[in-house]
Structure formats: C-alpha cells, structure tokens
C-alpha cells in the first residue's frame, strides 16, 4: 500500500470511532511508509490546531515557549541554529513548521518514488518531529486551553491529541521523560506509554 491508500485506510479506520485501531500498522504494511504518511497527518493536523490561536498565541502573551512553569523549549535545527535559543512561542511554531516542512520535502528524508529505500536515520528524524509537535500541544493545553474552551474547540484538540498520543505510545516515538507536562492527561489516555 502507497502513500495514498494509507491515507485511505486511516481515514476508513478513523471512521470507525475506535482510534486505537486507526493507529495500528495495517498488516502486510511497511513501518517506514506508514510512519511517513501519518507524520504528514499529524503535521498538518497540529499546524491547523496551532493556527486557530495564533491571534491569542503572540509575542507579548507567550514571550517563552513554555508549557506551565517547568518547561521551556528553546529552538534549534542543527543547521542554521546549533546552539539552543530562546525565542517566542510563536517563533519557535513558525521555526518548527518550516523545519518539519524541510523534512517532509526532503525526498532523501521522505521519499516521494515507490521503490525509494527509506533513510538509515527515518526513525530518529520521525521522533524528533513528533517530540516537537509534542511540545505544540504542551504549550497550547498549558497557556491556551481556557481560549480553545471559548472558541468550542477542545473536543477537537481532545481528539487530535489523543489520536497523537495513541499512534506515538504504539511506536515509541517520544521518550517518556518528554511527556512530562501532560503526564496526567497522557495516562488518562493510555495506562503505559
């Protein structure tokens, strides 16, 4: 199965209201293709989430990217920033949304060709993304949840999320001492991750 009847099978699957089953490697399918076509899923569904607060989600209001108190992620990309800096919480979205966006383009990464082997290094760029997406949702249930309240939307986040949390607790794609700000809601979810 080719990037677009995965595409297919997930939507079909999440139909079904049992997320749990959405996010299962259908069988006979290769992991890499199907990491690779739910890491565009999940990319596109964070940035969706992440835009309808960006009127709320400014310089001024969130100077940091933090989630609560404990938790202050500052950006690098290795290339044009290697050492760790403090920036805004909507620098670093936009800095992490245009460096996942180079990942996904980058056919040596995510090949486009069927056929094309899968990089050495997939799954480590893989949960990299995912660890930062993380970090979206962090910040958005610690500093913006009363606004995503107001608007009617976090039976969407709600969703969104947990479908994030089932498919990264089913292949191991974020370290458990990454979870930390969202531990509690996290093993509402799922008892082990």
Known sequence: MQGVQLKKHIDATFGNGNLRDAVRLPPGEDLNEWLAVNTVDFFNQVN???GTLMEFCTPSTCPTMTAGS???????DGVQIKKPIEVSAPKYVEYLMDWIEIQLDDESIFPKKLGTPFPQNFRDVVKTIFKRLFRVYAHIYHTHFQKIVSLKEEAHLNTCFKHFTL???????IDKAELAPLIDLIESIVTVC
């Open 167 to 173: 498919f990264t607790c089913e292949f191991k794609l």
């Open 48 to 50: 969706i989430l992440y």
């Open 70 to 76: 404990k938790f202050e992620y500052r950006w690098a």
